[in-house]
């Protein structure tokens, strides 16, 4: 079966920091462009970051930018995003997509089930 897998989500208290996974099975993300989206509740999904397939050109969203790093290791078959200093506006359910593009862009072909991810005290 061809899918990716979230993990790492949780609850944490604002300054806090978690490390998401983003893990594919049954292909190779080596020639995948990876994007990392939330979803607040009552909120549309919107895009946070994303990665090139190479991994030489990455985006932030402005919210993000400085707190959030997106980095991925093709041996592993994994993408990662790295989230310090959480705020509870980063509150959501994190998704990863891919798409077989060098670049960031949709429509993605692949989408995880999401993971959740609380900051709160």
């Known amino acids: 079966q061809l899918q990716v897998v979230e993990s790492g989500g949780g609850l944490v208290q604002p300054g806090g920091s978690l490390r998401l996974s983003c893990a594919a099975s049954g292909f190779s993300l080596d020639d995948y462009a990876i994007g990392w989206f939330r979803q607040a509740p009552g909120k549309v999904r919107e895009g946070v970051s994303c990665?090139?397939?190479?991994?030489?050109?990455?985006y932030y969203d402005d919210s993000v930018k400085g707190r959030f790093t997106i980095s991925r290791d093709n041996a592993k078959n994994t993408v990662y995003l790295q989230m310090n200093s959480l705020k509870p506006e980063d509150t959501g359910v994190y998704y990863c997509?891919?798409?077989?593009?060098?670049?960031?862009?949709?429509?993605?072909?692949?989408w995880g089930q999401g993971t959740q991810v609380t900051v709160s005290s």
């Open positions: 997509a891919a798409v077989r593009k060098h670049v960031c862009s949709g429509p993605y072909d692949y």
């Open positions: 990665i090139y397939s190479s991994g030489d050109n990455t």
